[in-house]
């Protein structure tokens, strides 16, 4: 067993996070070609296990599984921050978007005057194109006979140790895949997430601590100003449909607007203004960790916000191959494998206007 499995056995047994580049490591580009499929989900001990107990032993049906941090809860889950697109293109390497842009002619151009020879307007359209690698992401399990046989001893047990590697290889591909919506892949190129998008507008004067350390007058200046700052920025043509900003902001949020006014909440406020600004309804904010520029994930060194719309229009993520594992097979009859695989790609900006990032370093 090398460093690296030994490494990721402790960090499981110690409750730590599996490092970033644990998945990172685990992605394919087609066009690098499948050398180095990296082996991500170690061999633990022999699946059967041994315990010393005694007739005053209560052994309990429950198992403390380890925790990781997952976005969305009670939000929506990953696609309430961006759109996912699943099942389409399937192993190719890249996706192509084509974009298209009127070129010259108006509407008065258009108004026919009386009379014979009378001209006609004429409206052209331009098209150009922005590609988004797609890459691969696999994951081996093996076990022996041996291992087998132990584990078929401990049938009704609690633990399965073969059944948990399958459990913590599938969320090695959850949490890669969170990362990768968020902040992308930092390790590799062409790989950007919701935070880290390039060609963003980034305003670094709006917003200089956070929303919760604001005082009545302060909060209600940001809420009146940023929505029409945005328009500005999608040239008055597009409304905002969430903002995202760190959940320890969030968090502070419940918090009254003013010490007169106890009944209205900050977080509420915020909320309700933005729907009245935008004329939405279902307006949302949301937040993540991943904003906060403490979190062990976020590569920015500040907080960053995200005012933008939520909508595959304006920004998309793609799965063309969601998590898949093919059956278990052996060339000797004791050895015994199987192989998760994926495809996915980073985050891509079509329509990189409508995406306003806010940052500052304030600590919350």
């Known amino acids: 067993m090398d460093n690296k499995t030994l490494n990721m056995l402790k960090a499981i047994h110690d ?19 499948l050398e180095g499929k990296a082996n991500i989900l170690c061999n633990a001990a022999p699946a059967g296990y041994e315990q010393t107990i005694s007739t005053l032993t209560d052994i309990k049906r429950d198992v403390i599984s380890q925790v990781f941090y997952t976005v969305g809860e009670n939000q929506g889950g990953l696609g309430a921050f961006v759109p996912i697109k699943t099942g389409e293109g399937a192993f190719t390497e890249e996706s192509l978007y084509y974009r298209n842009f009127k070129l010259d002619g108006n509407f008065a151009s258009g108004i026919m005057g009386q009379g014979a020879g009378t001209r006609k307007g004429k409206t052209n359209v331009g098209y150009d194109s922005v590609r988004l690698p797609n890459f691969f992401w696999s994951g081996e399990m093996d076990y022996s006979i041996i291992e087998l046989e132990q584990a078929n001893r401990n049938l009704g047990s609690v633990i399965n140790l073969i059944t948990q590697r399958e459990e913590a290889r599938k969320t090695e591909w959850d949490i890669g895949i969170q990362d990768t919506a968020l902040v992308g892949q930092p390790e590799l190129a062409d790989i950007d997430g919701l935070l880290t998008l390039s060609g963003i507008t980034t305003d670094v004067s709006t917003l200089t601590k956070p929303l919760s350390a604001m005082t009545s007058t302060e909060i209600n200046t940001f809420a009146k100003n940023i929505v029409k700052v945005y ?31 106890p009944l209205i909440f900050k977080s509420t406020f915020l909320e309700q203004a933005f729907k009245e600004a935008t004329q939405n309804p279902n307006f949302k904010v949301t937040h993540t960790a991943y904003n906060n520029k403490d979190f062990v994930q976020n590569p920015l060194g500040v907080n960053r916000y995200v005012l933008y719309r939520n909508d595959s229009k304006t920004l998309e993520m793609n799965l063309p191959i969601d998590y898949t594992t093919t059956t278990f097979g052996t060339v000797n009859n004791f050895d015994f494998s199987n192989v998760a695989y994926g495809q996915f790609s980073g985050i891509i900006a079509k329509r990189p206007q409508e995406i306003y990032y806010l940052d500052h370093a304030q600590p919350i």
Do not use: W, Y
């Open 15 to 33: 409750g730590r996070q599996l490092s970033h580049d644990t998945f990172a490591n685990s992605i394919i580009n087609t066009k690098a070609g």
């Open 231 to 261: 328009f500005q920025n999608t040239n008055q043509t597009r409304m905002p449909d969430t903002f995202c900003i760190p959940t320890a902001d969030f968090l502070g949020l419940p918090s009254f607007v003013a010490e007169n006014q």
